[in-house]
C-alpha cells in the first residue's frame, strides 16, 4: 500500500503509491491531532480503490470542509504532469542495452516471463523499467484486473479541495517523491521482483484485507497484516516507511496550524512504533478518533 510485500510495491502507487464492507459500516480513520488551541486532521489514504468503495466515509468529507488546506505526501497533480511523468519515466528506465531480466536469476528472470505471458503482459514494457518501478506496473495490473479501477483517497480529495477552492500541497516536493523510487531500486532487483511475483498470486486477498483495514481505522491489523512483513526487508522499510515519517512529524511539529489542515497520507504510515499516530502522541499531542460531525 499490502501481505507486507505487496505493500511494498503497493505503497509506491503514491508515486505513480477495501471493497467488501458495507457502506453502512462506520469508518474510525479520521483522527483530530490536537495541542493546546492548535490542531489539524489526519487520516489513512489508500492509492487504488474500487468504484463501490464510494462515497468515501463521512468523516473524510468532513474533515476536508471544515479544514481550509489539504495537505497530502505530495502534489499529485504535480507528479502526473507532463514534466513529472518524462522525469519518472527518466529516472526508472533502464539505458539502451540493458533490462530487467539481465539483473534477475535465471529462475526468477523465468518465473516473471511466465507471469507476463500468462496475464497477456507485454514483457518488454515490464523489463525496460528498474525494478521498484516494474513492479509498481506488475501489481498496478494486476489490481485493476480485479476491479481497482477508481481513484483513491488521495486523487479524489485532492479534485474536491480543488472544486472548493482549498489550498493541495505536499509533504514533499515532487523530486524528493521520486527519490524514494529511486532508493528502492537500489535495493536489489533480485530482492523486489521475487518478493512481488510471490504476492501478486495473493493479492485479491490482500487487497481486500487492506480496505477492510482502512476503511474501519484499524491501525494493529495494518500492523499485523503489513508491518510485519514489511521489516523483514529492513532497507526497504527504512526508505519507504521510517525515513519518510521522521520527516513529516518534523514537519508537522514544526508547523503552526493558524487555520485547520487536513493531512492525508498513505494509511500504512499511520501505524506501528514508527507510526505517525505513535510518534505524534510520543511529542504530547491528544489524538482523538473522529466519528461522525466534527
Known sequence: MINQRFLVVFRILCVFSFVLLSHAVSADGVWKVSKGPEYFYLAGSIHLLSVDDYPLPPEYLTALKNSDTLLLETDLEQLSSPLGIKQMIRLNSYPSGENLLQQLSEPLAKQLADYCKKNNIPLEQITRFKPAFAAVMLTTTQLRAQGATAPGVDAYLQEEAKKAGKKVTGLETMQQHLAVLTELNNSGAETLIKST??????????????????????????????????????????????????????????????????????????????????????????????????
Do not use: C
Open 197 to 294: 511475483m510471490e504476492d501478486l498470486t495473493d493479492s485479491s486477498e490482500d487487497f481486500d484485507a487492506m480496505r477492510k483495514a482502512w476503511r474501519s481505522g484499524d491501525l494493529q491489523q495494518l500492523e499485523h497484516l503489513y508491518l510485519d512483513d514489511l521489516k523483514s526487508y529492513p532497507a526497504i522499510y527504512q526508505s519507504l516507511i521510517v525515513k519518510r515519517n521522521n520527516a513529516w512529524v518534523k514537519q508537522l511539529l514544526q508547523a503552526r496550524y493558524q487555520t485547520p489542515v487536513f493531512v492525508v497520507v498513505g494509511a500504512l504510515h499511520l501505524a506501528g512504533n514508527d507510526g505517525l499516530i505513535k510518534q505524534l502522541a510520543q511529542q504530547g499531542y491528544q489524538i482523538t478518533k473522529v466519528q461522525g460531525s466534527l
